[in-house]
Each structure stands twice: as C-alpha cells, then as structure tokens.
C-alpha cells in the first residue's frame, strides 16, 4: 500500500530491512504507517503496539515504529525486555536522527536506518542461541 511518503517497491525493502535486522537476534520489530489518528499519537501507538502483540514476544524484546507522516510525528517503543538493555537516550538519539531526517523529506531511508539500527542493538542484547522463530510478522502495518 503506497503512501504518499513511500512507494510500494521503499515498502517492500523496508520489510527485508525488518528481516534482515532480525536474523541474528530474537528480538521482534515492526512499523506501523498511521494516517488516521488525529488524537494522540503517542498514546494511539501504545494500542497499536497491543494489537500487534508486541508486548507478548517470549523475551520482550519487541521494537515498534508508529509513523505518521502527516503530523510528522514518530513514537518508538521499545519493550520492557530491550528497553532495560539501553537507556532512554539511545531511543531519544534514534528518534532525533529519524525525524530529522523525515523533516528534509527522507522518510524512507531514515526508517530504513533506524530498522538496522535497532537490529544492531537486538543482535548485541539478544542474540540468536539455536533456532531462530519469527514470533510476529515482518510487515508494515496501516491505519
């Protein structure tokens, strides 16, 4: 689903960027594309990180990136697993970048960033011991 922020084809990459992040850790991220909410979107993305289940990973270990590009607003939640493996000014740092970039207009390579990044942190705090199980899907999600 093209956005008038990403194409189709930046989408699909974003997605093997999930993957590709997430091979060698057990950690879980996702991205949700929201054009809907009006209200706040930091407590909007707190449901939607429930409803994508995230709060349910086996190591807590989940990362979500709720976007909405009209409100250029960005919220990043890292679950209770990960969050107590970096601090506060890791995620407030990854934040910055992503939205500064999103304020010169490069949204898809500012995500596409802060997904590898985050993949970087989750193979260092949860790396793959044996099999590896996807516990939630990779796609982005809209709303």
């Avoid at 209770?80 to 601090?87: D, E, L």
Wanted: glycine share 4%; aromatic share 10%; proline share 1%.
């Amino acid at each position: 689903m093209a956005t008038s922020f990403l194409t189709n084809q930046q989408i699909a990459s974003l997605v093997e960027a999930i993957q590709s992040a997430e091979e060698h850790s057990t950690g879980e991220i996702r991205v949700h594309i929201d054009s809907n909410t009006d209200e706040d979107n930091a407590k909007v993305a707190f449901k939607v990180f429930e409803e994508l289940c995230l709060n349910k990973t086996k190591e807590r270990n989940a990362v979500l990136f709720h976007v909405n590009f009209e409100q250029k607003y960005l919220t990043i939640i890292g679950d209770t697993g990960i969050h107590a493996k970096v601090s506060q000014s890791y995620w407030d740092h990854l934040h910055d970048y992503i939205t500064s970039e999103f304020a010169k207009g490069n949204y898809y390579q500012a995500l596409k960033s802060g997904i590898l990044e985050t993949g970087l942190e989750l193979k260092k705090y949860f790396p793959v011991k044996g099999e590896n199980h996807n516990e939630l899907p990779n796609e982005i999600t809209f709303s």
